[in-house]
């Protein structure tokens, strides 16, 4: 792998793995709704520390490729696809085409975060 493409490339592969930390750490209490609050609190900030280990190297190396903008334009698509994963397979919901109108609008957003700037 070439040091251009893993430098593009890592920064995806920690925000994909550090978004699925995230979304367990957001959304993974919710099968489990007679554990006290308390408790769970103290457990999602156990797992969102592995997030942040993840997530802060991953903005850090990829603002050396990447804008900031497009940085958390990724992120947004990244944490919409983990969680629509998380949600079907995890928390039993589906996905419904409102939901998917929903995310492609946001998706569109991130694309035009990596196009060239729209002259006036």
Do not use: D
Not at 53 to 69: C, D, H, K, T
Not at 93 to 100: E, Y
């Amino acid at each position: 792998m070439s040091a251009t493409l893993l430098a593009r490339a890592l920064p995806i592969l920690l925000l994909i793995v550090s978004n699925i930390f995230m979304t367990f750490a957001w959304y993974g209490h919710l099968r489990f709704k007679a554990v006290p609050l308390i408790l769970v609190i103290l457990v999602s900030w156990l797992i969102a520390l592995p997030e942040y280990m993840l997530a802060v190297p991953a903005n850090r190396w990829g603002s050396s490729v990447y804008s900031a903008a497009q940085l958390k334009g990724m992120q947004e698509v990244i944490t919409l696809a983990v969680f629509a994963v998380f949600s079907i397979l995890y928390l039993g919901q589906k996905i419904t085409v409102n939901h998917l109108i929903g995310f492609a609008l946001i998706a569109a957003g991130a694309f035009f975060l990596f196009r060239a700037p729209v002259s006036a």
